[in-house]
């Protein structure tokens, strides 16, 4: 490696000097044909006689001057660039050749002062000295010292010569500037891209004369279950099936549909990567041409990263005290401040000194997003409804510097001792730590200025943490998952002030990458309280879905953002940033005045009901029963208080025995009543 690098280090001193003395001898030259212009204008009429002369005497010196000679005699304008075009070989073949030419130029020179010859007023307004062969020479010349240094130069100066002339004329102006090495690179370049083009040709019309590619039959597949997989042979089919749905109407088979294909490609990919259908449908639907990086991706783990714990110390101090302890890092990426990404350590980073100090802890680079989206401001009071183990609660509070009040919630209580330990290392005082049920956390407490709502989810977007998503999730858990995060939002959304000075903001997110846990949650809380999308802050990641397969989102769902494993090296997450700007609930008041209605129509129909009874009693013209008059007024006060005759104390705890019911046997129980006036009276 040494020896390379002191080669190149040669070449290149090598090259300026070159450059140098080329630079120079243009110089000269110019200098030269400056001179030779001034003297050319008093002596006009003798320029062919002491031409023809001087090509006389330079005939055994060197044979360029009979071509001069010959194009002089044609015309004077090609006469003219003939002589600027020899001056300048002459010039080149001195730096290689022979120290004698130089003499012999130098004489022409002496010779052209005596007897000057050159263009005329006339030329001199159009005719102008010709480039093209003066680069050509630097450029052979120095095509010449690279072969000297390099073995390679055979190849390049056979390269050179297959570039078309046009090509070099359309490019003379613009490579006037260049130097000769970035000339000889920029041709180089241009024909190892008409090689790859050339290349890409013959592939595709090769690929084009392959027969199509036909779907294994009925008797194949039956043949393949009862064998052990060949994983090299699905892989190859895989690759095949995607390649007719990249142009499926010019290579599917005629009898074939797409959804043939797209069966197909599900089974492959599901026995290959150990998925299971429903979510494997799913991530096709997500991903129709980058499924294949998607699911690589996952099967790699996500690079390891710490946050800096800047209530204890800074970024740069704590990374130098890791290095200095065998530690191999580097910054997340310019979207975080406090991030840093772990290749390897030669000590475990949940045991060093400042692990234990609180100086970091130990989370994923995903996790850094919520928080910054929530944007936490000094002396306010924000709720995590859902902080376990406490990452994102002490993100919170280092951004807040331990200011204001942090409610730090979990429905786990396992889970929130996870909590008061990270709380207590990271020297965090601003924290209250709960446990409660998230979706019954308005009735406990609510005026929030920020609110973060971590969302239990069903973990696709972690699957090369938790490998066993890919076989146990199916459609019940997807719902019951986006049914749970409706509930969360709602009551996240409860607990917000909108009249809150600096805040008044919800941030939503979740470590899945289904619609259904995103997007839909989203446009139902949308839908069910006052609240709008508004820029979460990060200027990365993937746009929301406004439109997928049937579901037709709000606009401003391209707000929220997306980060996937294959495009970020992130987990997969969705984050949502919510305005809430009214606290009164729509349709709340409609429901209250509808249920007062109803219960009043209702105690309405019963009044109705009993002064029509009475009224049939007394039209009938029996005496009206004793034991009804005295219980009359206590129906009525059971009616006036809102409870029902069947809330009785002595119906209720009246049992009856099998052998008791012979007593109502006879009239359907009128005996009992007629007893009662008797023993009255």
Known sequence: MLSDKTETKKLSSRQKKRLKNREEKRQK???????KEESYQKLKAMKKSKQLEESKENKGNNNSRKRKISKQESSEEEEDEDDEGDELEDESEEDGINEEAESSDEEEVESSDENPQGYTDDNKLWLKPSKRKMDEDVSESEEEDENDSDDDGDDDNMDDDEFDSDEDEEDEDENEDMLPIEKAAKKLNKKQEKDRKLAEAELQTNISEMEKYTLPSGQEIEKESQQPPDLQLILQRIKE???????FKGRREPDRTRQDYLDQLIKDLCAYYSYN???MEKLVQLFPHEISEFLEANEVQRPVTIRTNTLKTRRRDLAQALINRGVNLDPIGKWS???LVVYDSQVPLGATPEYLAGHYIIQGGSSFLPVMALAPQENERILDMSSAPG????HIASLMKNTGVIFANDANKDRAKAIVGNVHRMGITNTVICNYDGRKFPSVMHGFDRVLLDAPCSGTGVIAKDTEVKMNKDEKDIQR???LQRELLLAAIDCCDAKSSTGGYIVYSTCSILVDENESVIEYALNKRNVKLVPTGLDFGKEGYVNFERHRFHPNMKLTRRFYPHTHNLDGFFVAKLKKFSNKIPGAEEKTRVATEMADSVNVAEDVKKEVAVKGENQSGEEPVKDNKDTAPGKKDNKKKGSSK??????????FKPGKFKKFKNNDGKSKQKKKPK???
């Open 679 to 681: 023993s009255k009276n």
């Open 481 to 483: 998952c986006s049914h």
């Open 29 to 35: 030259f110019l200098s030269m044909k400056k001179e």
């Open 337 to 339: 401040k406090v991030g």
């Open 391 to 394: 990452g994102k609660t002490t």
């Open 277 to 279: 259908e429903f979510l």
């Open 646 to 655: 069947w809330n009785k104390k002595d119906t209720a705890k009246k049992t």
């Open 241 to 247: 099936v995607q390649h007719v749905l990249g142009d």
